[in-house]
T-cell receptor, first 113, second 113 residues
Framework: EADIYQTPRYLVIGTGKKITLECSQT?????MYWYQQDPGMELHLIHY???????EKGDLSSESTVSRIRTEHFPLTLESARPSHTSQYLC????????????FGPGTRLLVL | GNSVTQMEGPVTLSEEAFLTINCTYT??????LFWYVQYPGEGLQLLLK?????DKGSNKGFEATYRKETTSFHLEKGSVQVSDSAVYFC????????????FGAGTRLAVHP
């Protein structure tokens, strides 16, 4: 059973606000990922990290930023939220030894008004 | 580049019907292959995986066989239940240390009593 947590689960916020979506895992995994899932269900990798102080942009350009100061924590920040950021955001982690298996958190559903 | 193609949904079945969701892939080398399931309002859960050709992954009555000759990883279940209603994602992971997953677009399954 994977132990990866995301907060908040749901967030409704106004345009222009700064928000941080939290993601934590207790498995000691080095690799962590953020995905954006659009209403059509498709998943897009927006950020990933191989370890502490390592972050990379994913396949889909995103205005969000991430940080990885601790192994277990991988927060995603939007400096100024816009309606186009409305989506579901999924966090995942992997230990690299599991032949690519990623474990997902429950997701944060964001609505920007 | 690597890609995954899975059959479009929605797939609508009656309880106890046989399920097949097709998945084909394009990849260099020998990727690992996965099926993930997403229940309403939740994140993705690993359903099954296969790491080399001819491997069969199985879990909760679902099966999929890694077919390198046809570059396929079709998901099957002999008798679906209403509780199987969800979105199913096929994915592949390339070799190397990054463990990035390439997802298909997802197939929504609805099972009716």
């Amino acid at each position: 059973e994977a132990d990866i947590y995301q907060t908040p689960r749901y967030l409704v916020i106004g345009t222009g606000k700064k928000i941080t979506l939290e993601c934590s895992q207790t498995m000691g995994h080095d690799k962590m990922y953020w995905y954006q899932q659009d209403p059509g269900m498709e998943l897009h990798l927006i950020h990933y990290s191989y370890g502490v102080n390592s972050t990379e942009k994913g396949d889909l350009s995103s205005e969000s930023t991430v940080s990885r100061i601790r192994t277990e924590h991988f927060p995603l920040t939007l400096e100024s939220a816009r309606p186009s950021h409305t989506s579901q955001y999924l966090c995942a982690s992997s230990d690299g030894a599991a032949k690519g298996t990623q474990y997902f958190g429950p997701g944060t559903r964001l609505l920007v008004l | 580049g690597n890609s995954v193609t899975q059959m479009e949904g929605p797939v609508t079945l009656s309880e106890e019907a046989f399920l097949t969701i097709n998945c084909t892939y394009t990849a260099t080398g020998y990727p690992s292959l996965f099926w993930y399931v997403q229940y309403p309002g939740e994140g993705l859960q690993l359903l099954l995986k296969a790491t080399k050709a001819d491997d069969k992954g199985s879990n909760k009555g679902f099966e999929a066989t890694y077919r390198k000759e046809t570059t396929s990883f079709h998901l099957e279940k002999g008798s679906v239940q209403v509780s199987d209603s969800a979105v199913y994602f096929c994915a592949l992971s390339g070799r190397g240390g990054y463990n990035k997953l390439i997802f298909g677009a997802g197939t929504r399954l609805a099972v009716h009593p």
